[in-house]
């Protein structure tokens, strides 16, 4: 049995102390399958954080998650749990995160609400929904439930290590399994606080929209949401289990373990499994890369190879990227922009591409069809085209071949506050969730920004109530198809375009793009 560090403590009694004085006169009680939870009011709303969905994955580590003991008394759902142990910094992080969000505007019986949920990014690595940026206070104020989930990550939830030992046969896909214990959960509760359980929309940006992907191909997921939006997150083919067992044999020996003998892993401090991710990955260089693998028993087919995995064609689906993805990687004052010219462009741009075409040569197009741009511009415009929309362009034109019911966005929107930074990745979250002024946000909270978010969520909005994007009074949006490709461009002002940037699509669409990780 693993040791129970102090975190894992501390978060636990942040959420699991439990008397029925800490409720304040006029806080809401719901009770859940599980047992009683105490929330709180705030603007309007009702608010309950820290729900537990899964037991201590502490106790259960690197194997499928286990559905909460019932429990008495009252709960209090009033603090944020922590978040899952990674590199990343997290004011609190435990093993024991199994803990979803929920803001509702009320719980009256029959309400059945749309239900969005959120899932965060940070690949499958790192991150967590107490991010400012992901409150769902916005949303929920216009007549939706709003709920965020955090989950197993890294190799607390990728560890692949089927091969090794029978008792880890779920580990590759651990952190998936949560997500699908918290869309459980979400069915059978979410009516509870006026949502309803057969109108579940789950969007994610990044790593959220990949894990979403992944979904879309896994059966046990099957019925548990009914609309998807992925926002810069794809996940075009998994980790084939040869690589995946590659990766665990560089993770094993960075603890200095054996394959033949496991055991160590249930009993080592959580700090030294997140160590270990400092393996060199065998396959893509850098730190060891975690994610879904194809293990043949919860995921039996690549999500988007060869073709948009059937079980998800009919689900209504929106993707989407922004216009400058790499310029929240890509440090516009860091060494690889500092001194950019004609001379080093191709040099500096190789190592960021994710496609094999010469660099001198995607130069060398840029520069006859874009004369007046700067090598700056070409620089992150390639890197963008040849790194962050590949996946996207796939999965899109995919569920276009099979009739499925599919519309594309891409985010403009520039920002105001860092404008070398243009419409980097992130740059929907704070659009969509209408959180402007959080801490981490691009959009500033002018008029501009303004007009932007309220266009983007009025589009989530429409989308979650009827599975289509289009609402009273707005622009037709037409679904994605090959002979237009339309596009919805959200912006100060946002507009439909047919095939933007086609010839960036065209050009690097000319050879095999391999999802990393893979």
Known sequence: MPAIDRRTMIGAGLVLASSPAWAEKG?????????????????????????????????????????????????????????????????????????????????????????????????YANGSVVDPLNDGRHLAARDVVVVTVN???????????????????????AGQLDLILALRWVRDNIAAFGGDPANVLVFGQSGGGAKIATMMAMPAAKGLFHRAVTMS???????????????????????????????????????????????????LGGDVYMGPVLDMRWLARHPFWPDAAPQGNAI???????????????????????????????ERMAGELRVDLSPEWIVSQYRAHYPDWSAERIFYAATTAGRSWPGQVIEAEARARAEAPTWVYQVDFQSPTQPKRGAPHTMDIALAFGTLDAP??????????RAAS???????????????????????????????????????????VENPRGWERALFARVPYIQPGS
Request: proline share 9%; hydrophobic share 40%.
């Open 316 to 346: 209504p689906m929106m993707l989407g990227n922004t216009l400058d993805e790499t310029r929240a990687f890509i440090d516009p004052d860091g060494p690889l922009l500092h001194g950019l010219d004609w001379s080093n462009l191709a």
């Open 27 to 123: 806080d809401p009680v719901v009770a859940t399958r599980n047992g009683r939870i105490q929330g709180t009011r705030e603007s309007g709303l009702q608010v309950f954080r820290g729900v537990r969905y899964g037991q201590n994955t502490a106790f259960h580590r690197f194997r499928a998650p286990v559905a909460p003991t019932p429990w008495r008394g009252i709960v209090p759902a009033t603090r944020f749990a922590p978040s899952c142990p990674q590199k990343a910094n997290q004011d609190a992080t435990s093993e024991d995160c199994q803990f979803l969000n929920i803001w509702t505007p009320g719980r009256e019986p029959g309400a059945r609400r749309p239900v969005l949920l959120y899932i965060h990014g940070g690949a």
């Open 440 to 449: 981490g946000s691009f959009t500033g909270t002018g008029a501009a920004a």
């Open 233 to 283: 997150g794809q996940q075009v083919t998994a980790s084939g289990p040869i690589n995946a067992s590659c990766r665990t044999a560089a993770y094993l020996d960075r603890l200095g373990l054996s394959p033949g003998n496991l055991e160590p892993l249930l009993t080592l401090p959580v700090e030294r499994l997140i160590e270990g991710l400092g393996a060199e990955d065998p396959i």
């Open 454 to 496: 309220m266009a983007m969520m009025a589009r989530f909005l429409a989308f979650a109530r009827d599975g289509d994007p289009n609402g009273p009074g707005m622009e037709a949006w037409p679904q994605y198809r090959l002979d237009r490709r339309t596009t919805m461009l959200f912006d100060v002002e946002s507009r439909i």
């Open 151 to 173: 989950h197993r990550l890294n190799a607390l939830g990728y560890l692949y290590l089927a091969r090794l030992d029978p008792r880890f046969a779920d580990s590759g896909n």
